[in-house]
């Protein structure tokens, strides 16, 4: 019997008595039979490594008809209490990555109901340890982009395309709070100078030491991202730049129309937007004229700046802010940013005293 008889006879086995199934038997059925055929490549190698590592060495030997909601209300209590990482780090899982678990958990279990081999999603009936990880989003000031971007003006306004192109990306990352594999997926039918408009409708991720070029995740991360008059005037003149010099690469030019690009003109590699600009923050703090500092912090952090000094303007509303960074839901937008909707409901009393004047207030 080859190997393929031999594991539809196992398959066949476990539909026959589900109650001898294993959540490691199951986990393995529901990699090959639904997972690889339904999920995402990025997903999928996702899903698989939360299963390996995070679920299966804990709760692997039970029958997949044996697990209740109280061993999965102890399995998540445990990882969120004691040290059971297997990533270098100490102490429990975040809520985050408690999150992250019970998705797949989920998911793992809705099928198992919709092929009938038990009766209930076990996880539809748990809580997950109350949340005590709320981390504050980090992010540069407005006094602190101003002098950034006067720095990248600085030092790639008289540059080649090959330099020139670090500001077009981080003015972009600034003005516009696209995610890198955003940013990196760009390519030059999706800029509209008319509208002045950029398109974001795919992503650049690496898989398995491999670029993957796919849509975004959700629906609502597809948009056109507004950009300033000003920032577009550079975008096209990034775009003179890249015609010249994919002019004198000639036959070396193996591009495909994107906007970030290696020196044949292939997509820029996804790890140089970060180390890049992590770079470019050492290199500011370093200049002796440098009066402000900047904290080191990743390339997401220019997300977040977008979506702060947005927010804590108090000119733009919380959906306008969610439809531009993607979010699926203005909740999201919310939760992230608490701390600039926290500074703009300190500025309300202010707000109020000037247009009241409570009498006798002047002591």
Known sequence: MNNQSTNLSIQLQFLKDPTCMTLSDYAEQWLTIYAAKHLERTSYIRYEQVIHYNILPYLGDMSISEIKPYHLECFFSTLSEQDLRYDGHTGGYSHGTLCKIKTVLSSMFSTAVQWELIEHNPCSKIKLPKRTDIKSIKCYTAEQMKSFIEFLYDIYSCSNAMQYQYLVLYLIAIYGG???????????????????????????????????????????????????????????????????????????????????????????????????????????????????????LGLHSLRHTNASLLISSNLVDAQTVAHKLGHSNVTTTMKYYIHAYEENERKTAAVLEEVLHLPGSNI
């Open 178 to 296: 696209l995610r890198r594999g955003e940013l990196l997926g760009l390519t030059w039918e999706k800029v509209d100078y008319t509208t002045g408009t950029i398109y974001i409708n795919q992503t650049i991720n690496r898989v398995d030491g491999s670029y993957l070029i796919k849509s975004p995740k959700t629906k609502s991360s597809v948009r056109i991202v507004t950009l300033p008059l000003s920032v577009m005037n550079i975008l096209r003149i990034y775009q003179i730049k890249q015609d010249n010099y994919r002019i004198q690469m000639a036959d070396g030019w193996q591009g495909n129309n994107w906007l970030f690009i290696q020196k044949n003109g292939t997509n820029m590699s996804i790890g140089t937007p970060y180390a890049k600009f992590r770079q470019l923050i050492k290199l500011y703090n370093q200049q002796t004229n440098a009066t402000i500092y900047l904290p080191e």
